[in-house]
């Protein structure tokens, strides 16, 4: 019963890492102008998130053991729900880059934490199912955004509701406090300093840099598509920025039902064949996205959504078969910190482009990245069975 309990507490901690993933692209077409910013800042505003994210989620096993994982998650989601709250009384581009410096630590460490937690203590459905919560909190960011602006409120106040809601589930990590699983003392004296492996001894495990590279690829797809989606839509197909914002949520709609039925798939599919087929319905999606009609943009962005929704997951849950228990941990944080070096550095990149060679080239720019996933997927692995298999 206690692990059932915790298991819907995690639920809800990652519906909180959703919430504020997708409010940035869903609130930027107006909050540009308000800001008196140019346009392609919205680069630099999730670079700062996404860098903070990578050097908490590098650190992420080094805290985990100190302080646990249940004071982690706790800590860092407040530090979620007090930048948020900043964002919603930021009224100059400055402050809102300060701000992103402790929204991004908080998230890596509590990506990294439980995404960890749940390789090791659940099955895989549990694990596309979580991140089926996370994609429940990306779609209502979008939603709460767009509600506000439809009301010509401004999009402080949107941020200032998802800064009050991430609150109330600091008050239940409290709670959920006793709950949690806590390492023996064996455990403990396996994982102490002097028996951990550095960075440079874990990248010369075979097929961890395919990993990190894999990593990378789909977390730059995701967070580029999530980002400037809306922006595409307004500039490039003349929509209005709310109904952008509304079309944005139709994506972490696919994300979040394709891992909903990913949990259920996964009983009949191994994770390999879960990531094969995510990238096969991206494909679709972005062919889908390319016809010149406005009706096809609807299941364009949920079939590109669908396609992402079991591939992270999937990958997350193979850590510990990949590579071992023993590092999983620190490799589950490195992991991460590729993928949000990604997510860091690919937006504020196609914007740079995009002021250049205009928005319609995201589509092209997300299947270049695409072509480079799938091949490295194949290769890490390769390279896993050939390790495995000695």
Same mark, same amino acid.
Request: proline share 3%; charged share 10%.
């Given at each position: 019963?206690?692990?059932?309990?915790?298991?819907?507490?995690?639920?809800?901690?990652?519906?909180?890492?959703? @919430?504020?993933?997708?409010?940035?692209?869903?609130?930027?077409?107006?909050?540009?102008?308000?800001?008196?910013?140019?346009?392609?800042?919205?680069?630099?505003?999730?670079?700062?998130?996404?860098? /903070?994210?990578?050097?908490?989620?590098?650190?992420?096993?080094?805290?985990?053991?100190?302080?646990?994982?249940?004071?982690?998650?706790?800590?860092?989601?407040?530090?979620?729900?007090?930048?948020?709250?900043?964002?919603?009384?930021?009224?100059?581009?400055?402050?809102?880059?300060?701000?992103?410096?402790? @929204?991004?630590?908080?998230?890596?460490?509590?990506?990294?934490?439980?995404?960890?937690?749940?390789?090791?203590?659940?099955?895989?459905?549990?694990?596309?199912?979580?991140?089926?919560?996370?994609?429940?909190?990306?779609?209502?960011?979008?939603?709460?955004?767009?509600?506000?602006?439809?009301?010509?409120?401004?999009?402080?106040?949107?941020?200032?509701?998802? /800064?009050?809601?991430?609150?109330?589930?600091?008050?239940?990590? @409290?709670?959920?406090?006793?709950?949690?699983?806590?390492?023996?003392?064996?455990?403990?004296?396996?994982?102490?300093?002097?028996?951990?492996?550095?960075?440079?001894?874990?990248?010369?495990?075979?097929?961890?840099?395919?990993?990190?590279?894999?990593?990378?690829?789909?977390?730059?797809?995701?967070?580029?598509?999530?980002?400037?989606?809306?922006?595409?839509?307004?500039?490039?197909?003349?929509?209005?920025?709310?109904?952008?914002?509304?079309?944005?949520?139709?994506?972490?709609?696919?994300?979040?039902?394709?891992?909903?039925?990913?949990?259920?798939?996964?009983e009949k599919l191994s994770n390999q064949h879960l990531v094969y087929l995510g990238q096969g319905v991206i494909v679709l999606g972005l062919i889908v996205l390319l016809l010149p009609f406005n009706v096809t943009l609807l299941p364009a962005f949920f079939l590109i959504g669908l396609g992402c929704a079991p591939i992270f997951p999937s990958l997350l849950?193979?850590?510990?078969?990949?590579? /071992?228990?023993?590092?999983?941990?620190?490799?589950?944080?490195?992991?991460?910190?590729?993928?949000?070096? /990604?997510?860091?550095?690919?937006?504020?990149?196609?914007?740079?482009?995009?002021?250049?060679?205009?928005?319609?080239?995201?589509?092209?720019?997300?299947?270049?990245?695409?072509?480079?996933?799938?091949?490295?997927?194949?290769?890490?692995?390769?390279?896993?069975?050939?390790?495995?298999?000695?």
């Amino acid at each position: 019963m206690k692990k059932k309990l915790l298991l819907m507490v995690i639920y809800l901690a990652f519906i909180s890492l959703g @919430l504020p993933d997708s409010l940035l692209g869903a609130a930027w077409p107006t909050m540009y102008i308000d800001l008196h910013a140019p346009i392609h800042f919205a680069g630099i505003i999730s670079m700062i998130i996404a860098g /903070g994210t990578v050097i908490s989620s590098l650190f992420s096993a080094r805290f985990i053991d100190r302080f646990g994982v249940a004071s982690i998650t706790t800590f860092s989601v407040l530090m979620t729900a007090l930048a948020l709250l900043g964002f919603s009384y930021a009224q100059h581009f400055a402050f809102l880059c300060l701000l992103a410096i402790p @929204l991004g630590l908080g998230a890596g460490c509590v990506d990294a934490a439980l995404n960890n937690y749940v390789a090791l203590h659940y099955k895989a459905k549990h694990m596309n199912w979580l991140h089926c919560f996370w994609g429940i909190g990306a779609a209502i960011g979008p939603m709460i955004m767009a509600r506000h602006l439809a009301l010509d409120r401004s999009w402080s106040s949107g941020y200032n509701t998802v /800064g009050w809601i991430q609150i109330s589930l600091v008050i239940i990590l @409290l709670i959920s406090t006793p709950l949690w699983i806590k390492k023996t003392r064996e455990q403990q004296a396996a994982d102490s300093p002097e028996t951990k492996s550095s960075f440079k001894t874990l990248l010369n495990i075979q097929g961890l840099k395919q990993a990190l590279i894999v990593f990378f690829c789909y977390c730059s797809i995701e967070a580029t598509f999530g980002l400037w989606g809306a922006s595409y839509l307004v500039f490039e197909r003349n929509f209005e920025t709310d109904a952008a914002a509304r079309l944005v949520s139709t994506y972490y709609i696919g994300i979040t039902f394709g891992r909903f039925i990913s949990g259920f798939i996964a009983e009949k599919l191994s994770n390999q064949h879960l990531v094969y087929l995510g990238q096969g319905v991206i494909v679709l999606g972005l062919i889908v996205l390319l016809l010149p009609f406005n009706v096809t943009l609807l299941p364009a962005f949920f079939l590109i959504g669908l396609g992402c929704a079991p591939i992270f997951p999937s990958l997350l849950h193979e850590t510990p078969r990949n590579f /071992g228990k023993k590092h999983a941990q620190a490799i589950m944080g490195m992991q991460m910190a590729s993928a949000y070096i /990604g997510i860091t550095l690919i937006p504020l990149l196609f914007g740079k482009l995009a002021s250049s060679l205009g928005y319609s080239s995201l589509l092209w720019f997300i299947g270049l990245i695409l072509a480079i996933k799938i091949y490295m997927t194949y290769d890490l692995n390769r390279k896993v069975f050939s390790r495995t298999s000695k």
